[in-house]
């Protein structure tokens, strides 16, 4: 089958679906190191893995709304100031499974590690688009471009058995502040087959669809590609208007705990609760409040940021595309329900209750993380 040169996978990860290969690890592994390993990332597929293997004659090709179309091998890109980027990689359809509690939603189901932390090393786009000459931006706004959309080699089942593809505003992706990334490292290694071999696109900040992997054509278009959207909770799929929302782009505050299961069985006293907490747009995390009443009453937790790697301290990389690790000790006498939510810099919090952010797709389930635990003596 399509299926018969998949790559090899830790066993530790949770498969939601096998063909194509969707998984994520368990949630402790998950908080077991900041940066987290390729082997732990999370994988998510829309069909076969593709294989490069003449990496000599591989090219990426920059087409659509430009005077002169132009291929770029990695050679070209190899070339470009090579920035180290620690971004979170998120889903939006992280936490997706607790949200189809509650109704049905279409789409793989997701626990809470749809997510990563990543060191990403290339080359910028903004610097690749200005090789071809795009920042001047006069001659592609006036040939009508808005968007940038990245065009991959795999072939996926809901395409119909075309290629995977998603868009970003051309603003953002000649913009170096945006940090976006032609991509060919993750965590000081080659990128592997399954996270984009040889090059993949990370957009920090924003859904991980936007991340386009097996890189093969940059688009530049007057249309953004129609695809991830969030409809409100009316819309079913008899009147669904897939025209009348935008594409999502920038996730919401995120927050989730760790260090326990749904259902924990605890002897009473001090316990650790832990977890990620993450905004999308490159805002920071403000605040993380726990409650082990189901919410009534709140503590702070302490966070951490680590810094990705020692040796990429410098102007050519940057964190504040990363997750932040929070932790606290707290007394836990009697079954109850602790819960956790974050508050970002911008201020912006979570919502309390799933069910008030239902949408059928199943994405952007950011609200209040709560974990079930039973003390018993
Ligand atoms: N790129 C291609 N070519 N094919 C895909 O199926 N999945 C996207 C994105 N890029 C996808 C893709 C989605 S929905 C997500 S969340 C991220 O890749 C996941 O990246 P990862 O598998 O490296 O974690
Ligand atoms: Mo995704």
């Known amino acids: 089958s399509s299926y018969s040169q998949e790559p090899p996978r830790h066993p530790i990860l949770q498969i939601n679906s096998k063909e194509p290969f969707n998984a994520e690890p368990p949630r402790s592994a998950l908080i077991s190191s900041y940066v987290t390993p390729v082997d732990f990332f999370y994988k998510r597929n829309h069909g076969p893995i593709p294989i490069v293997d003449d990496i000599e004659s591989y090219y990426v090709s920059i087409c659509g709304l430009i005077e002169n179309s132009k291929d770029l091998f990695m050679r070209d890109i190899r070339m470009l100031p090579k920035y180290n980027i620690t971004a979170t990689l998120q889903c939006a359809g992280n936490r997706r499974t607790a949200m189809s509690n509650v109704r049905t939603v279409k789409g793989v189901g997701w626990d809470v590690s749809a997510i990563g932390n990543a060191v990403w090393s290339g080359a910028k786009l903004a610097d690749v688009l200005e090789l071809v000459g795009i920042p001047n931006l006069t001659s592609v706004t006036r040939s009508g471009g808005k968007h940038v959309e990245f065009v991959s080699i795999d072939k996926c089942k809901e395409e119909n058995g075309g290629p995977y593809k998603a ?79 935008r594409p999502l782009m920038d996730f919401p505050v995120q927050c989730v705990i760790c260090s326990l299961e749904d259902v924990n069985v605890m002897k009473p006293g001090k316990a650790k609760v832990s977890g990620y907490a993450v905004s999308g747009g490159g805002r920071g995390i403000e605040r993380v409040d726990i409650s082990v009443d189901g919410g009534k009453n709140w503590v702070e937790a302490s966070r951490c940021q680590k810094t990705g790697f020692p040796y990429i301290a410098d102007h050519m990389s940057s964190d504040k595309w990363a997750w932040v690790f929070f932790e606290v000790i707290i007394d836990i006498p009697h079954s109850t329900q602790i819960v956790a939510k974050a508050v970002d810099t911008a201020a912006n919090v979570q919502p309390e209750s799933v069910e008030t952010i239902w949408n059928l797709r199943g994405v952007l389930n950011t609200s209040w993380h709560r974990v079930q635990v039973r003390v018993g003596h």
Request: with cysteine; hydrophobic share 40%; net charge negative.
């Open 167 to 245: 868009s970003i505003p051309l603003s953002q992706a000649t913009n170096p502040e945006a940090d976006v990334l032609l991509a060919y490292e993750m965590n000081g290694e080659p990128l592997n087959r399954d996270h984009g071999y040889p090059l993949r696109v990370v957009v920090p900040g924003v859904i991980g669809a936007r991340s386009v992997k097996w890189l093969d054509t940059i688009n530049i278009l007057a249309e953004e590609c129609q695809d991830y959207k969030m409809f409100p909770p009316s819309v079913n799929w008899d009147n669904i208007n897939w025209k009348s929302r």
